[in-house]
Nanobody, 123 residues
């Protein structure tokens, strides 16, 4: 089992930045590809960004490419999502997820999920 705990969400204004963290425990962190998803009210959960086990490969959704950066620190068992130039449409609950195979963009590829952290961007 892998336990994931997100933190760093909050209420910000348009154009602000936030850094989300996801701390993992329970298994060897570097054995897992990691990703962030988000879910806005009334919408499907969507993939935002994923990172390989080593951190050498990343993949971003078009909606966040150029604004969000995903990176990991395997020594700290933590993955980070740096979010810049936030927009009201970024308002959602943000989830991190772990996958014991490879970087993937679909929810079903991920075995472990955190409880989510709320991000609200006011206009």
């Amino acid at each position: 089992q892998v336990q994931l705990v997100e933190s760093g969400g909050g209420l910000v204004q348009t154009g602000d930045s936030l850094r989300l963290s996801c701390a993992a425990s329970g298994r060897t962190f570097s054995d897992y590809a990691m990703a962030w998803f988000r879910q806005a009210p009334g919408k499907e959960r969507e993939f935002l960004a994923g990172i390989s086990r080593t951190g050498l490969s990343t993949n971003y959704a078009d909606s966040v490419k150029g604004r969000f950066t995903l990176f990991r620190d395997n020594a700290k068992n933590t993955v980070y999502l740096q979010m810049n130039s936030l927009k009201p449409e970024d308002t959602a609950v943000y989830y991190c997820a772990a996958n014991g195979w490879t970087l993937a963009t679909t929810q079903r590829a991920y075995d472990y999920w955190g409880q989510g952290t709320q991000v609200t961007v006011s206009s």
